[in-house]
Every structure is written in C-alpha cells, then in structure tokens.
C-alpha cells in the first residue's frame, strides 16, 4: 500500500471516478479530525453459479422465480462490509434459462444478489461469453441498471476507457479494482465487446492506470487455475508474485470451484502486509463432487491514519444445502456453524465433510490468517 503524504498534505474529496489529471490536491493544516483513524472493511465471496437445478428449484408458479431463501443466513454478515464484492459467473443473457455449459440465469437472480448486499461485481470469467455479444451486452446493461459498480467486461472500448480501473470511494478511502479472466472457454470476444484476459502486457498498463488514480489499495481478482485441484498451480503462483512486484497491493482469485489456501505476506523492507487468496472456491451453486459445494467469504479491513494498511483480515466457511438434502424447495447458503438442529442429518453430514477437509487444507497450508465465525442464533 502506498505511504500516506506528510501530515501536512491532504487530499480533498474526489466527486468522480476520473483520471488522476482530472484531480486537484490542496495543502491545509492539519486539524484533529485530519488525524483521526478511518477504516474500510471489504467482503470477497467465490463463484455465483446458477446451474439448472438452481433454475429449476427456484421456478415459482406464477412463472417467475423466488431467490429470497439464498441468503437468508449470511445477508447480515454481508451487509456489515463497506464493499461486498463477488464474481458473477453466469450471464443475464435472457431466456431461455439454461445452466451449464452456456450459462443464462433469471433477472431475479441478480436483484436477489444485489438485495443480499453485494455492492461490486466482478464478470471477467470463462463463462463471461456464454450466450455472446447478446449475453455479455445484456449483464452489463442489467447490472447497470441497479447502479452496482462492475469490472471485467465491457460493451466497447470507450466504456472501458471511462470505468476501468473500476475506483470504488467510502470512508475516505480509493480502491482501484482489477478484474481478468484466463479464458472464455473458446469462445472469441465479439468486437467491439471487451473482456479482460490475463495478458502481463495489458495489466501492467492497467496497473501504472491504477496508480494514477491515487489509489489507498489496488486490489486484482483473477479468474485463474485448475479446476478442482485444492492446491494453487505455478503459474498462479508465479502471477501472485508478479502482481504483488508490480504494485497490486492484494489478490483474490476464483475459478478452480473448490476453495485454495490464503496467504498474508508481509514485505521484509515496509512491513506492509499483502492478501493473497488463491481460489474462493464457489458461493452458491448446485455442485455436489466432494469439495465444491461450499466456499469462503473473505473479509479485510485496512486502515489509514498515519499509514494506510491491512489492519485484519479473516475467513469464514459457508455451505450450499440443495433441496435434496434440506428438504427445503430451493438452495440455501448455511454458516457452517448453524446449529445441527436446523437442517437433516444428511445435509449435517455433508456439511461436516465440506468443513473438515477445508480445515485440514488450511491448517496445513494457510499463511498469517485465522478462521471466524459468524452465525448467532437469534
């Protein structure tokens, strides 16, 4: 993170998301609100799936569908971050609404997730051109139309000019936001639509775009690595490390649908502390393969007074109950501290497995992060 100016030079309020030349900084003298410690808590969720079991399940008789028990158990804690941020990975393609392998989800959907608390998306992924330029044009323009910030993926270059690096500003806080894709799954980008792929050329540029914003964070969540594989791969590894050496301050990564380790770094010359997560695994979805039915919500708190700084961060392990298993008519998002009374023995079971081969991957591997809880029983 970048050091903060002498305690004599502050920067005024920024009204717009714009290039740094558009900017203008004063020098005031410092007074005891100037001095005080603000604080900005972000709030990383893994993969937002809608295969056609979920489709199915959540189809209501009136012929629309009801997405309002998803989140019912982990809403609050998504709503206590300044930023809940998550990775779409479907399109809002419109009918007919199909799972996998091309992905188009309900509008509902997104209102349910909006609704939920997520404030920032991020759409740059391999399933991003899944129903093509039609799809991708669509996401974009219904996500927009609920004023949620998003990065990834854009109708035309100059709308990517215009809002990448995405900034996010709160708290007196700016975040500059990065989002790439390894690949779309063959399926080419049609012009002029833009998706941002992991090219080093391109996102260094985007990087040096990033620091001239006058950012507190920059933070890149990349859709890398190999699916269900719990380790991260080399070339994950290797990108961490590039980033981190380019001046990304943290990196969040999705895309292997089982969740990887976490890592906090701490520079040997600044001190400063970087986030590393290697896969958040999925959020919500209809997979069952041992692994990929549960995933991480990942919460960060930096810091600035007299520095700016990742001041604590945790992790905490949610489990996806399908009907099949709660009972219920559709799929729920569970702490995976709910009490066992509240859900069958089987769906019990399943979650305990979710969880103990998650810690046992953590506890070997995780690096300077802890475990939370956040469930209490009302």
Not at 173 to 180: G, V
């Amino acid at each position: 993170m970048k050091k903060l100016l002498v305690s004599l030079l502050l920067v005024t309020q920024f009204s717009c998301i714009g290039k740094a030349q558009e900017n203008t900084i004063a020098i005031q003298m410092p007074t005891t609100d100037s001095l005080k410690t603000d604080t900005l808590s972000l709030l990383f969720v893994g993969d937002l799936m809608q295969h056609q079991g979920q489709i199915n399940a959540a189809r209501t008789t009136e012929g629309g569908y009801d997405y309002s028990s998803y989140f019912e158990y982990v809403k609050e804690e998504i709503s206590r971050a300044d930023f809940a941020i998550a990775n779409l990975e479907v399109t809002l393609g419109g009918k007919p609404y199909k799972g996998y392998p091309a992905f188009s989800a309900p509008d509902e959907y997104l209102t349910a997730i909006h609704n939920a608390g997520f404030n920032v998306l991020i759409t740059a992924n391999n399933h991003s051109l899944d129903r093509g330029r039609k799809g991708l044009e669509r996401t974009i323009q219904l996500i927009d139309s609920l004023n949620i910030p998003h990065a990834g993926t854009y109708i035309n270059s100059e709308e990517r000019e215009n809002k990448y690096p995405l900034l996010l500003e709160k708290n007196g806080f700016r975040i500059a936001m990065l989002n790439y894709t390894y690949g779309t799954n063959g399926i080419v980008v049609t012009p002029p639509n833009i998706v941002n792929y992991i090219d080093t050329i391109i996102i260094a540029k985007d990087i040096e775009a990033s620091k001239a914003l006058n950012p507190d964070a920059i933070i890149a969540c990349m859709h890398w690595g190999i699916e269900y594989q719990s380790l991260p791969s080399k070339k994950q590894k290797f990108l961490a490390d590039w980033l981190l050496q380019k001046g990304v301050d943290h990196v969040i990564g999705s895309h292997p649908h089982v969740v990887q380790p976490i890592e906090v770094r701490e520079d040997s010359l600044t001190k400063e502390k970087h986030l590393v997560v290697y896969s958040l695994g999925n959020y919500i979805s209809n997979m069952s393969a041992r692994r990929t039915d549960g995933g991480l919500m990942v919460r960060m708190e930096l810091v600035k007074d007299s520095t700016i700084r990742l001041n604590h961060c945790e992790y905490s392990l949610v489990w996806t109950a399908r009907p099949i298993q709660s009972g219920k008519k559709n799929h729920q998002l569970l702490p995976i501290n709910l009490p066992s009374d509240s859900i069958p023995v089987n769906a019990r079971n399943s979650l305990i497995i979710f969880t103990n081969d998650a810690r046992i991957l953590f506890n070997k591997h995780n690096q300077g992060i802890k475990e939370y809880l956040f469930y209490k029983k009302k």
